[in-house]
């Protein structure tokens, strides 16, 4: 401990009040006095340890980003939101689709239906290969590491 803080720690309060100009502003002890009953469970179950802990690790996290990082968190977040909108509307789109019908086709006019329309078809071809390609990392995740 420094012999600073020893010094702070003897002071009584009239001492810490002279010290600092501030605390002799009575909105500011208001404000101080305020702040610390709304403080005073946090600091007493140390959970303001957490708080500072991430802050900390937003700090760092704030000095390690360089342009890059944030091109490529923007250019990732841009996909994301483009995808899920893509999706929202052909859904949407979908949706009013199915409910013009008066009544749902049955399962082999679905099929007829679905054999002649190529966007359908390039569709699911789309989906069988996501669906391959899970499969294939799958395959790779569950093979054993090799060792070092």
Known sequence: M??????VQNQSLDQLIDRFPALQNEATVEGISDLLEKLEPILQGRRLHNIVDLLAATSDVVEMSDDAMLQKLMALYEESIGGV????????????????????????QSIKKFNKNEDARRGLDVLVNVLAELGRQAAIKGQSMPEE
Do not use: F, G, H, K
């Not at 420094?2 to 010094?7: N, P």
């Not at 909108?85 to 082999?108: C, D, F, G, I």
């Open 85 to 108: 909108w893509m999706l929202t509307n052909a859904l949407r789109y979908a949706s009013v689709q199915a409910a013009a019908e008066p009544e749902p086709p049955t399962m082999w």
């Open 2 to 7: 420094s012999t600073e803080s020893v010094d």
